[in-house]
């Protein structure tokens, strides 16, 4: 539950995007795994919300990542 992710600029009556993750110790890394693919010439956001944790136990520091999906 510390994992958004949202096509900006979606109605808000829009479903959700159904994504899958998982935690890579070896490449200290997250893959997200959509359900279906992006729609072109949108604008995605990956939040990392507070309270996660690092591979050591550490808080991560909340970030943001936006993209656009081309065409």
């Known amino acids: 539950?510390?994992?958004r992710v949202g096509v900006l600029g979606a109605p808000p009556d829009s479903p959700p995007l159904e994504f899958?993750?998982?935690y890579d110790a070896a490449n200290r890394a997250i893959e997200i795994t959509f359900a279906q693919p992006l729609e072109r010439f949108r604008t995605?956001?990956?939040e990392?919300?507070?309270g996660l944790e690092a591979f050591d136990g550490g808080p991560l520091v909340p970030?943001?990542?936006t993209f656009?999906?081309?065409g």
């Open 48 to 50: 990392l919300l507070d």
């Open 44 to 46: 995605i956001r990956v």
């Open 20 to 22: 899958a993750h998982s």
């Open 63 to 65: 970030w943001t990542l």
């Open 1 to 3: 539950g510390r994992i």
């Open 68 to 70: 656009s999906v081309g």
